[in-house]
T-cell receptor, first 117, second 114 residues
Framework: EPEVTQTPSHQVTQMGQEVILRCVPISNHLYFYWYRQILGQKVEFLVSFYNNEISEKSEIFDDQFSVERPDGSNFTLKIRSTKLEDSAMYFCASSHDGTLSSYNEQFFGPGTRLTVL | AQSVTQPDIHITVSEGASLELRCNYS??????LFWYVQSPGQGLQLLLKYFSGDTLVQGIKGFEAEFKRSQSSFNLRKPSVHWSDAAEYFC????????????FGKGTTLSVSS
């Protein structure tokens, strides 16, 4: 069964460093998403991406964040200069299209736990 | 603004007992509602979803949920819990923006005792 994969499973970095979180969405999916979950908090939407551009982003997704589909299979989230408060679990998701059709579903990866020291 | 509340942070249920996980939502339009489950080390898996029609929705693994518009609720139920159901459960509302963001609750951790 196709699945979304994410690497690494855990990333530890120093404050101020750049990190890139990687995701491989399901191959025939067209919409990609990043969510994050700070420990003890709710899962929060960060950004959606379609046709090589951002479709929607939340207020969390500021200039420190960027997304890219560098090679047609990977989908990356970059944080330019990490802060302590960026420590969280980051989930990637993909869906076949961008509607809320009863036939559509967002498939989530297992997450990358980012720890900023 | 849209939001989802899961009032119970942690619930413990005996194996074989029934389960109900509560979810309340706030959304101005017709809600699109979801329940996801996350087992340790795994991604979020969709259990069931409600878009319209029958207010009692059947999902995978023997779960069901009932949409009650008057109570703004979408509670998840299972008649007999198995030890393998121990996981974290998230309720979410779908928001129709470009790309359809999901707005999640904080989650409820389910423990199953023998």
């Amino acid at each position: 069964e196709p699945e979304v994969t994410q690497t690494p499973s855990h990333q530890v970095t120093q404050m101020g460093q750049e990190v890139i979180l990687r995701c491989v969405p399901i191959s025939n999916h067209l919409y990609f998403y990043w969510y994050r979950q700070i420990l003890g908090q709710k899962v929060e939407f960060l950004v959606s991406f379609y046709n090589n551009e951002i479709s929607e982003k939340s207020e969390i997704f500021d200039d420190q964040f960027s997304v890219e589909r560098p090679d047609g299979s990977n989908f990356t989230l970059k944080i330019r200069s990490t802060k302590l408060e960026d420590s969280a679990m980051y989930f990637c998701a993909s869906s076949h299209d961008g509607t809320l059709s009863s036939y559509n579903e967002q498939f989530f990866g297992p997450g990358t736990r980012l720890t900023v020291l | 603004a849209q939001s989802v509340t899961q009032p119970d942070i942690h619930i413990t249920v005996s194996e074989g007992a029934s389960l109900e996980l509560r979810c309340n939502y706030s959304y101005g339009a017709t809600p699109y509602l979801f329940w996801y489950v996350q087992s340790p080390g795994q991604g979020l898996q969709l259990l069931l979803k409600y878009f319209s029609g029958d207010t009692l929705v059947q999902g995978i693994k023997g779960f069901e949920a009932e949409f009650k518009r008057s109570q703004s609720s979408f509670n998840l139920r299972k008649p007999s819990v198995h030890w393998s159901d121990a996981a974290e459960y998230f309720c979410a509302v779908g928001v129709l923006v470009a790309g359809t963001a999901l707005i999640f609750g904080k989650g409820t951790t389910l423990s199953v005792s023998s």
